[in-house]
């Protein structure tokens, strides 16, 4: 298997190397020149600071680096890294709510930007409000769906969210 | 890598393995097409994301022979389509050979399936967590086919042990806690049961002292009173103006008279206009009372919550926590139903039966004698059930917090029920408690269902007395018609009341003994107290002296005379076996007690001149059972520091080794740790408090077995930040094994509550006295474990 593409990371004095390869690897060659295959890249701050500080962490859950902040980085590399983010942070965005049950645990239909999903809200507590008006519910299985802002949903998908509380 | 020609056959119907497993899950048609004669079906697996992360729905089907699926996320192109049919969906197969691997890799939201061959991998698919339990079965099937059932095994019975033994530590500490808080509570319920005078006495008080907490609110109370005065008074207007209409209209009327029909408008407006003025007066009055008392709850409930955050640690280790719940919930909750609805009913009803006995009394003092007559008797009635009600009731009380006291127990104790497979017997335990509430709400019950009926005979030989009395007064003349009808609408009305007053007697019960409850909670006083002129000590030096410290839980003595000077930045190591006092000495210097006698000093002030909470910013404690509270890992690492930086609480939880495991967990430093950190092991639960108390930079370092629950590798990396941490604090360090107070710069050996030697780790292993007991005692069982394993 071939690295398809190295990027040297350039503004900040890192000292290593991220590669990606095909599947969806990444590697990262540490400052001695060990290769670390398959790395994870974890937001530190996903909800509170979505733009804060980055780690990325071996499959072993030992880190490696530690970038403050994704703007300190070049383009490339930002680009790559915010890429492999966006796998991790999956999070769909409900565009209608279709058909909400009555009865706890609720059972959602939805239209989000990734399609249909059908899922299972095992309580209340699972769907958060947040003071911008965007929501976020996370299904039985801890899959999160994200609602932007409650407010520009159409009138019968917020009157079943807001029954659904 | 080989794959399959596209030339197949349907599968063979009679094949055993195959309708097995359909029978388990209905595969796509197209799928099934695809097997082949004598292939047997192993795993199935369904997947929900397509390459673009686009929800979809797509099958891996797992043969003894093959692995067919939808189309994978991403896949090296020489793998052959197997669809005929114009489809969206591309079905490709790859054959199976010794060296291929199927790998899941689970992140945060999205899971990859990876299919990999001696030179690397293949395919790989993306999944949700909602598929995970499937995609991992298959992967598990996978795994026993190419290995063998037998290495399977072992591994999973190594891992569910390793799991066993976690639990089993966590299921341990929590079942201390419970038993300890237990056996308070029903010292306290037999109080109840043995004294139900003596508490109903204190309980009127108590009732009377809640309407204190109506001052602040006393205009809109008073409001009210009036408003329930007048209201109460109108209600009487319509059975009075029935009277001139019996006499002066409708009889002479009868008689032939000509009375002129607009009268009767006159009447009829009336009638309506107090009925509407008592409907707009009880519905204002409603709501102004209403709004008094649930400001008079609310009230209640912060200044019976702040005043038990202000009560020393000793208070909570003697108290039920659902008891302490049910006394800032349910009991102000009560109050303020009695306030809210049982005193305005109670004192219009009062209002109303005066009122009405005066209205009786002016129409006609006789036929008012003569209707009132059964009345002592039920005054005597009522007095004679009180207590008979009065004590059942406060048996079904009991009875209730008992109830709820066994659920307060067993919920947060749930893994020691579940450990020790006792989940039948708590089931019985709770039947039992709910079968004794169950029995005294139905002694209550005989009681009244004899009692209430009672009161309608009463009312009902009442106005039978009414109608003969009046039948025969209305013959001599001295009462009109009229006024015959109106004594009945009223002793209609007076009994009603009589009977929703007697009604009101439990319900004033209940509401006193909440109050008595209430009161009991605000009288306590905190053992702990703060000076009367505190001395804000700022940053301490943290020079400690202790000189002959006694202390007493209750009547039992546990430290008898304790002299100790620890200086400034010096460690100390506190050792000693099991129940020898140590953390009550950490507790003492943390006052979370004081001692029963001799005296505490930090830069020579006696810490009880210090203000509490001043003193406590000093402190940095990790104490033997780690509580977090239910919220993110940011706000309980800063929970002592809720300003601190983003950059601060990283550093921190790093220096407490737990910066890696927070990265691992579903949203890093965003995510919320259950109630009590209940998600979490003990060891990550001991690092993040390491880290809170790190954040704090105190002065004066308490760390009570801060890393008992950590395995001794984690142990060393966490040691290493605590020792650069302890540089310039004053330490006080209790730690089980011995090997983690290398540092200290004086170990205090103490044996049953008195200090038995002191010296550095080498000079007491020199003096061969207890210390050095304990030192070979563990180094040898180190040894025996290390030879033996
Ligand atoms: N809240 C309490 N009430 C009564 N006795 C207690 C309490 N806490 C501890 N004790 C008793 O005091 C003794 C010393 O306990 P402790 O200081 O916790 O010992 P250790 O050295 O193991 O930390 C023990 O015998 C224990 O049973
Ligand atoms: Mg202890």
């Known amino acids: 298997m071939k690295s398809s593409d190295t990027i040297p990371p350039a503004r900040t004095p890192t000292e290593w190397q991220l590669e990606q390869l095909r599947h969806g690897h990444l590697d990262l060659i540490d400052r001695h020149g060990q290769r670390h295959s398959n790395v994870d890249v974890v937001r530190a701050f996903p909800i509170s600071v979505p733009a804060g500080p980055i780690a990325i962490v071996a499959a072993d859950g030992t880190e490696l680096a530690w970038i403050d902040s994704l703007a300190l980085l070049d383009a490339p590399l930002q680009s790559l890294l915010l890429k492999e983010l966006a796998v991790r942070e999956f999070l769909p965005v409900i565009k209608r709510i279709e058909t909400v049950s009555d009865s706890e645990p609720t059972e959602w239909l939805v239209s989000t930007d990734r399609g249909l999903r059908r899922f299972t809200v095992a309580h209340t507590d699972d769907i958060l409000r947040l003071p911008d008006s965007s929501a976020v519910i996370t299904d039985s299985f801890g899959v999160r769906y994200l609602i932007p802002s409650v407010d520009v949903l159409d ?11 | 890598m080989p794959s399959l020609p596209a030339a197949s056959h349907p599968i063979d119907g009679s094949s055993a393995s195959r309708g097995q497993l359909l029978a388990e899950r209905t595969l796509p048609p197209e799928h099934l097409l695809c097997l082949e004669v004598g292939e047997k079906l192993v795993a199935t697996c369904r997947f929900d994301l397509d390459a673009d992360l686009n929800f979809t729905d797509g099958w891996i ?23 005929t049919a114009p489809s969206p969906k591309q079905t490709h197969s790859w054959l199976l050979a010794a060296s291929t691997r ?35 079965a298959l992967e598990d099937a996978f795994d026993e086919r190419i290995r063998g059932e037998r290495i399977h095994n072992a591994l999973a019975t190594r891992v569910a042990k390793a799991t066993n033994a976690r639990d089993q530590s966590q299921a341990i500490e929590s079942a201390a806690l419970t038993d300890g ?12 049961i043995s004294s139900p005078e003596s508490t109903s006495g204190a309980s009127w008080r108590s009732l009377v002292r809640i309407l204190t907490f109506a001052k602040p609110h006393a205009g809109m109370a008073i409001l009210g009173g009036l408003l329930s005065l007048v209201s109460t008074a109108v209600t009487l207007v319509p059975p009075y103006l029935t009277m001139p209409l019996v006499d002066k209209v409708l009889i002479p009327r009868q008689s032939g008279e000509a009375v002129p029909f607009s009268m009767i408008w006159w009447y009829l407006a009336g009638l309506t206009g107090a009925a509407l003025a008592a409907w707009l007066l009880s519905w204002a009055q409603a709501w102004t009372l209403a709004w008094v008392s649930e400001r008079v709850a609310a009230d209640l409930r912060v200044r019976t919550y702040s005043h038990m955050q202000s009560l020393s640690i000793d208070f909570f280790s003697g108290k039920r926590t659902g008891d302490l719940m049910s006394r800032v919930g349910s009991d102000t909750d ?35 004698l003569v209707t009132l007559a059964p009345f002592p008797l039920v005054v005597w009635l009522v007095y004679s059930v009180r207590s008979r009600l009065r004590r059942g009731f406060i048996r079904a009380n009991v009875a209730w917090s008992d109830m709820t006291s066994t659920l307060a127990d067993t919920i947060p104790g749930i893994r020691v029920v579940k450990a020790f497979a006792q989940e039948s017997r708590e089931i019985d335990r709770f039947r039992t408690a709910n079968d004794r509430v169950l ?22 030989a009442g106005l039978l007395v009414v109608w003969g009395a009046g039948a025969w007064l209305v013959f001599s003349g001295t009462v009109t018609v009229g006024a015959l009808t109106a004594f009945l609408a009223y002793i209609a009305r007076f009994y009603g009341r009589i009977e929703s007053m007697i009604r009101m007697v439990p319900a004033t019960q209940r509401a006193a003994a909440s109050a008595h409850r209430i009161f009991e909670l605000l009288d306590c006083k905190p053992t702990v107290a703060e000076s009367p002129r505190p001395i804000n000590p700022g940053r301490v030096q943290g020079r400690i002296e202790l000189s002959g410290v006694h202390f007493r839980y209750g009547s039992r003595e546990v430290l008898h005379g304790i002299d100790l000077v620890i200086e400034p930045g010096e460690m100390i190591g506190l050792v000693g076996t099991s129940g020898s006092g140590k953390t009550t000495l950490a ?62 609480i990283v550093a921190a939880a790093r220096a407490a080794g737990a910066h890696e495991f927070i990265l691992a967990m579903p949203a890093a430093y965003d995510s919320r740790v259950g109630e009590r950190g209940g998600s979490l092991s003990g060891g990550e639960r001991q690092r993040l408090s390491i880290a809170r108390a790190l954040l704090v930079d105190p002065s004066i370092l308490v760390l009570d077995e801060a890393t008992s629950s950590v395995d001794a590798e984690t142990e060393v990396v966490i040691q290493a930040a605590v020792d650069r941490l302890v540089t310039g604090r004053t330490t006080i360090a209790i730690a089980h094994r011995l090997s983690t107070l290398r540092r200290a710069n004086r170990l205090v050996v103490l044996d049953a509550g008195t200090i038995i030697e002191t010296g550095t780790h080498d000079q007491l292993l020199a003096a061969e006295g207890a210390y050095f007991r304990l030192y070979h005692a563990q180094t040898r069982a180190a040894l025996e474990a290390a030879t033996g394993a």
Not at chain 2, 440 to 448: G, L, T
């Open chain 2, 181 to 192: 808080s237990k056996n308070s509570n029903d010292d306290e319920t037999l109080d109840a």
């Open chain 2, 587 to 648: 507790n003492l210097i943390c006052r979370f007690y004081d001692p029963s006698s001799g005296t505490i000093t930090v830069d020579g002030k006696d810490v009880r001149d210090l203000s509490i909470s001043g003193y406590r910013k000093n402190l940095g404690c990790v104490l033997q059972e780690p509580f977090l509270f239910f919220g993110t890992v940011t706000e309980n690492i800063a929970y002592g520091q809720p300003q601190a930086s983003r950059e601060q």
């Open chain 1, 155 to 165: 009138a019968r998908s917020r009157r079943l969210f807001e029954t659904s509380l």
């Open chain 2, 61 to 83: 089907v797992l043969t003894d022979r093959r692995l067919v699926a939808d189309t994978p996320a991403s896949f090296d192109g020489d793998s052959r389509s197997l669809q």
């Open chain 2, 102 to 136: 199927v790998d899941v890799h689970m992140r945060a939201a999205v899971g990859r399936i990876e299919l990999a061959s001696g030179d690397g991998i293949v395919a790989s698919w993306l999944f949700t967590p909602a598929r995970a339990k499937e995609v991992l």
């Open chain 2, 439 to 460: 029995e005294a709400n139905d002694r209550v019950n005989i009681v009244w269902s004899f009692f209430g009926p009672l009161i309608s005979l009463f009312s009902e």
């Open chain 2, 334 to 368: 009560r109050i303020n139903t009695f306030l809210s609805v049982n005193l305005i009913d109670f004192s219009s009803n009062v209002l109303l039966v005066l009122l009405t006995a005066g209205v009786l009394i002016w129409i006609n003092p006789l036929l008012a």
